[in-house]
Nanobody, 126 residues
Framework: QLQLVESGGDLVQSGGSLRLSCVAS????????IGWFRQAPGKEREGVSC????????NYADSVKGRFTVSRDNAKNTAYLQMNNLNADDTAVYYC???????????????????WGQGTQVTISS
């Protein structure tokens, strides 16, 4: 019953932007930390960004700092990943994940999250 559904993945040109959405059902985002992960073919899953349940603590992988922004809208039960200045290295399946955690807790480690979405494909042409 606890589900996360990602959307927004697309084919975009290098330098373009996308906004991914992660809609939660079966629970509300309050007291739920969100992580964004990605996995490219032949590569391990990588923690991209995360945001605490409070919404005021965020973290980013070095590879996306300054280009990606994570946010959340608890009223819509949705988390977002705004991705700007995309390049070919950003091509991957992107996943959102959730963990029940209060306050400032956050993690870029996939093992820390119990609930996962199905993934959405992001492809950057170059």
């Amino acid at each position: 019953q606890l589900q996360l559904v990602e959307s927004g993945g697309d084919l975009v040109q290098s330098g373009g932007s996308l906004r991914l959405s992660c809609v939660a059902s079966g629970f509300i985002l309050d007291n739920v930390a969100i992580g964004w992960f990605r996995q490219a073919p032949g590569k391990e899953r990588e923690g991209v960004s995360c945001i605490s349940s409070s919404g005021d603590i965020t973290n980013y992988a070095d590879s996306v700092k300054g280009r990606f922004t994570v946010s959340r809208d608890n009223a819509k039960n949705t988390a977002y990943l705004q991705m700007n200045n995309l390049n070919a290295d950003d091509t991957a399946v992107y996943y959102c994940a959730a963990e029940i955690a209060a306050g400032s807790w956050n993690s870029l480690r996939d093992i820390a999250y119990r609930y996962w979405g199905q993934g959405t494909q992001v492809t950057i042409s170059s």
